[in-house]
């Protein structure tokens, strides 16, 4: 089964809703201009059920099939949010909302899944129920945990459910998929860092709050090197240098360090929390100076499903004729509060030679579209076949 012929025709109207929201992003829990829009679509299509509100900001259509003999519901879950970076495509349909950009294709995912929405609400051919999710706030706010602890897999008896992502690099409309840990945990972490300030030409009457942090950050690269076994994947990553002072005769009191830690282990992961403590303690200790480690949590490994993976697989093969292995992530992904809730999978769609996500200049590529759309309703037709 090749892309489904309706959205070949379908193609120029998500194309429409896709640029609209390009044109207006709106970032983390923020999404209520694109919300509004999806529930509005999700009511022209005749959806039996849409509930606004959930996650905050989030939005859930329910739609039934012709039969329910099997009494199942599947979720399908697409994220809405954008980022907070200034737009260099030049499209003519680019960002009104200055430092603000869709430069990870969530634009494409919410149009995706809204075509399949219209389908599916138009077909119904299939034996149960489909839950469209629409999610605020991947990028950074956690939005798939508030949808989760709003009670959305209880609430319509989710039984598993499946996420997808556009990825560059992967030629236009292909998919790659692994199963297990998948895309990494992301922590954060500041230290704030104190010496005792002084003269620059009088160093040895301070505590170099500069000297002790520079070693700090050197130190920290030791987790990855020397105490992680070398066949485990681990990123920890100081992004932010900040000093109390920005003279050029003045050794400052404070620094704070900023970065985060990516693991896909548990034990990895204990591990880097209980080693950065250790080395922030001990290297401020050496210097004569204090510090405070601040270690943050963040979103846990997304993990595929084995079960659900090979039958992802198995429906982009028949869309596109091939399923390739996909690469570990060392990003971050919120799906996996959805994933560790119920069984599921997440699935990537090739966006061809596009700039990589997060940059000023990437955009969603339209020709993904229909495949993607196709991977969305097969998932349905095939986990829930008609009675």
Not at 40 to 50: A, H, Q, V
Request: aromatic share 8%; with cysteine.
């Amino acid at each position: 089964m090749p892309v489904k012929n309706r959205f070949a025709e379908l193609l120029p109207e998500i194309t429409e809703w896709r640029r609209d929201i390009h044109a207006n992003p709106e970032i983390l829990f923020d999404t209520h201009r694109t919300s509004a829009l999806v529930a509005e679509k999700l009511k022209e299509f005749g959806c039996d059920e849409i509930v606004t509100g959930i996650g905050r900001t989030g939005v859930v259509g329910i739609i039934k099939g012709k039969s329910n003999s099997s009494g199942r519901t599947i979720g399908l879950r697409a994220d809405m949010d954008a980022l907070p970076i200034h737009e260099e495509t030049g499209v003519e349909y680019a960002s009104k909302t200055p430092g603000a950009m869709h430069a990870c294709g969530h634009d494409g995912h919410t149009a995706m899944l809204l075509g399949a929405a219209k389908y599916l609400a138009e077909t119904r051919n299939f034996d149960g129920t489909v839950a469209v999710i629409f999610q605020p706030a991947e990028e950074g706010g956690g939005g798939g945990k508030e949808m989760v602890d709003d009670g959305i897999m209880e609430r319509w008896n989710i039984e598993e459910v499946y996420g997808m992502h556009n990825w560059p690099g992967v030629p236009t409309g292909s998919f790659a998929i692994r199963s297990g840990p998948f895309f990494a945990a992301t922590d954060i972490f500041e230290i704030k860092v104190n010496g005792r300030g002084g003269h620059a030409a009088k160093p040895h009457e301070t505590v170099d709050s500069t000297v002790l942090a520079s070693h700090m950050v050197l130190a920290l690269q030791t987790i990855a090197s020397r105490n992680a076994d070398p066949v485990k994947s681990i990123v920890v990553s100081v992004t932010s240098f900040e000093t109390s002072s920005t003279a050029f005769n003045v050794i400052p009191d404070r620094v704070t360090l900023r970065g985060t830690v990516r693991t896909l282990d548990p034990e990895i992961r204990d591990l880097a929390e209980e080693r950065m403590t250790a080395i922030v303690e001990g290297t401020a200790t050496m210097f004569g100076g204090s510090a405070t480690l601040d270690y943050t949590r963040n979103y846990p490994v997304m993990v595929n499903s084995d079960e659900q993976t090979e039958f992802a697989a198995e429906v982009a093969r028949a869309v596109s004729g091939d399923c390739a292995e996909a690469p570990l992530v060392m990003g971050g992904e919120d799906f996996a509060f959805m994933s560790n809730a119920r069984p599921g999978a997440y699935i990537l769609v090739g966006n061809g030679d596009t700039a990589h996500v997060h940059h000023p200049k990437y955009n969603f590529n339209d020709e993904a579209i229909p495949a993607g759309c196709s991977w969305w309703a097969e998932i349905v037709e095939r986990r829930l076949p008609a009675a």
